[in-house]
């Protein structure tokens, strides 16, 4: 019952579910659809239900089914009046077959011409529903087939809207919690990778006043030189790969929520995308560093940037998880450029420390960006939300991921 609860006021849950309340809202949207086709009786109804399949049928949050239903309301208010235009020009020359069809093609050439440019779907949708005035016209003078074909397609997008209040699903809030997701699995990735080198149990021989070495292995070397990576590091590394794809799909809508300059969020979206990229390349690197040694001193630098980075990336993503206005701390102003004693070790521990400084950038560069546009994205996500999160976590004398 508390799980069931949980979808209907819990905006996470609903996140962890989103694909099953998809399609229950969809099958709830049909069957209102046919019963507004019962109330008006229009003919031609099953463009209503065709409607409430082309707008909600692929998408799934808010912010998408909002630009794509109004996309659909212009595109068949322009297609009506263009479609009008056309009747009555044919009406003032005295139904001239020539003039007709020249300026059906005439008009279809324009609307051709602004969907590629710039209109897209709703200069496909006023091509659409010109032809359906018109082929409705030469079925009887008003073309009262084609007017009937449009208020179904009118009604079917209220429905669809009107859908979305069921149990909504707002990109903004998917957003924050796939890139909070991403950065959990990140965090958790990056762990593996360091322990994917531990300290094996055999010292290499101290060398004369030379700093002693330590010998690391792979936890999974099999008296190898060199082990292969993980295989469960890799399949990691494909689920954050995927869920990247994911998120890419709600910037468009998040921007329109948020009123976030588009470009912020791409450059969240780049950042994120590097940051994975980062730890792919350590993770590729990890398995050479077995045959080779490193200093206790730099072997301490090399934990404690372990250590950090991998709370930087649990803390990020817990601000963004929270319904509290927490902000985002700096990350580890450590620089590698401050112990050149990093400068004598092998070339692989050199660009292993290098990669792992640059992780410590990127991480800075998308905490910047969250917390630059975060009075945004954070309004955008429903104060009621935030608030009632709150409260319930206070009832349940919780603690926030924050707190732990």
Same mark, same amino acid.
Not at 35 to 61: A, C, D, K, S
Not at 171 to 200: I, K, P
Not at 249 to 271: F, P
């Given at each position: 019952?508390?799980?069931?609860?949980?979808?209907?006021?819990?905006?996470?849950?609903?996140?962890?579910?989103?694909?099953?309340?998809?399609?229950?809202?969809?099958?709830?949207?049909?069957?209102?659809?046919?019963?507004?086709?019962?109330?008006?009786?229009?003919?031609?109804?099953?463009?209503?239900?065709?409607?409430?399949?082309?707008?909600?049928?692929?998408?799934?949050?808010?912010?998408?089914?909002?630009?794509?239903?109004?996309?659909?309301?212009?595109?068949?208010?322009?297609?009506?009046?263009?479609?009008?235009? !056309?009747?009555?020009?044919?009406?003032?020359?005295?139904?001239?077959?020539?003039?007709?069809?020249?300026?059906?093609?005439?008009?279809?050439?324009?609307?051709?011409?602004?969907?590629? *440019?710039?209109?897209?779907?709703?200069?496909?949708?006023?091509?659409?529903?010109?032809? #359906?005035?018109?082929?409705?016209?030469?079925?009887?003078?008003?073309?009262?087939?084609? !007017?009937?074909?449009?208020?179904?397609?009118?009604?079917?997008?209220? !429905?669809?809207?009107?859908?979305?209040?069921?149990?909504?699903?707002?990109?903004?809030?998917?957003?924050?919690?796939?890139?909070?997701?991403?950065?959990?699995?990140?965090?958790?990735?990056?762990?593996?990778?360091?322990?994917?080198?531990?300290?094996?149990?055999?010292? #290499?021989?101290?060398?004369?006043?030379?700093?002693?070495?330590?010998?690391?292995?792979?936890?999974?070397?099999?008296?190898?030189?060199?082990?292969?990576?993980?295989?469960?590091?890799?399949?990691?590394?494909?689920?954050?790969?995927?869920?990247?794809?994911?998120?890419?799909?709600?910037?468009?809508?998040?921007?329109?929520?948020?009123?976030?300059?588009?470009?912020?969020?791409?450059?969240?979206?780049?950042?994120?995308?590097?940051?994975?990229?980062?730890?792919?390349?350590?993770?590729?690197?990890?398995?050479?560093?077995?045959?080779?040694?490193?200093?206790?001193?730099?072997?301490?630098?090399?934990?404690?940037?372990?250590?950090?980075?991998?709370?930087?990336?649990?803390?990020?993503?817990?601000?963004?998880?929270?319904?509290?206005?927490?902000?985002?701390?700096?990350?580890?102003?450590?620089? !590698?450029?401050?112990?050149?004693?990093?400068?004598?070790?092998?070339?692989?521990?050199?660009?292993?420390?290098?990669?792992?400084?640059?992780?410590?950038?990127?991480?800075?560069?998308?905490?910047?960006?969250?917390?630059?546009? *975060?009075?945004?994205?954070?309004?955008?996500?429903?104060?009621?939300?935030?608030?009632?999160?709150?409260?319930?976590?206070?009832?349940?004398?919780?603690?926030?991921?924050?707190?732990?």
């Amino acid at each position: 019952m508390k799980r069931l609860a949980a979808l209907l006021v819990e905006p996470h849950a609903r996140y962890q579910y989103a694909n099953v309340l998809h399609g229950i809202r969809l099958g709830v949207a049909v069957i209102l659809a046919l019963l507004m086709n019962l109330i008006t009786r229009f003919p031609h109804g099953e463009w209503t239900t065709i409607t409430v399949f082309i707008v909600l049928g692929l998408l799934q949050y808010q912010g998408a089914i909002y630009t794509k239903a109004k996309e659909r309301v212009l595109g068949t208010v322009f297609g009506i009046a263009a479609g009008l235009c !056309v009747l009555g020009l044919d009406y003032v020359t005295g139904s001239w077959t020539v003039v007709y069809y020249t300026s059906i093609g005439v008009v279809s050439a324009l609307i051709g011409y602004a969907a590629v *440019k710039q209109l897209g779907y709703i200069g496909l949708l006023t091509g659409i529903t010109m032809m #359906m005035i018109i082929s409705g016209a030469e079925q009887n003078a008003l073309g009262e087939d084609g !007017v009937y074909r449009v208020l179904n397609v009118l009604i079917g997008t209220g !429905v669809s809207v009107a859908a979305t209040l069921i149990l909504p699903l707002k990109s903004t809030l998917m957003w924050r919690f796939l890139l909070s997701s991403n950065l959990d699995a990140c965090a958790t990735l990056y762990a593996g990778v360091g322990n994917h080198v531990e300290q094996g149990e055999t010292e #290499m021989p101290k060398p004369t006043n030379t700093p002693r070495l330590i010998k690391l292995r792979t936890r999974y070397s099999s008296g190898e030189d060199e082990a292969p990576v993980d295989r469960s590091l890799s399949q990691a590394l494909a689920r954050i790969n995927k869920r990247l794809l994911t998120v890419r799909g709600h910037i468009a809508a998040t921007a329109n929520e948020t009123k976030i300059n588009k470009q912020t969020l791409e450059d969240i979206q780049r950042t994120h995308r590097n940051i994975i990229g980062t730890i792919d390349l350590l993770l590729q690197a990890s398995p050479r560093l077995a045959r080779t040694g490193i200093d206790e001193d730099n072997h301490v630098l090399l934990q404690h940037y372990q250590n950090e980075l991998t709370h930087a990336m649990r803390h990020v993503a817990a601000v963004l998880r929270s319904p509290s206005e927490q902000e985002f701390r700096p990350i580890t102003r450590i620089l !590698v450029a401050d112990y050149p004693s990093v400068g004598q070790l092998s070339f692989e521990w050199q660009g292993y420390f290098w990669l792992t400084q640059t992780l410590q950038q990127q991480l800075q560069t998308l905490s910047d960006l969250l917390q630059d546009s *975060k009075p945004k994205w954070y309004a955008a996500s429903g104060l009621r939300y935030q608030r009632r999160e709150q409260q319930r976590i206070r009832r349940a004398g919780g603690e926030s991921d924050l707190d732990l």
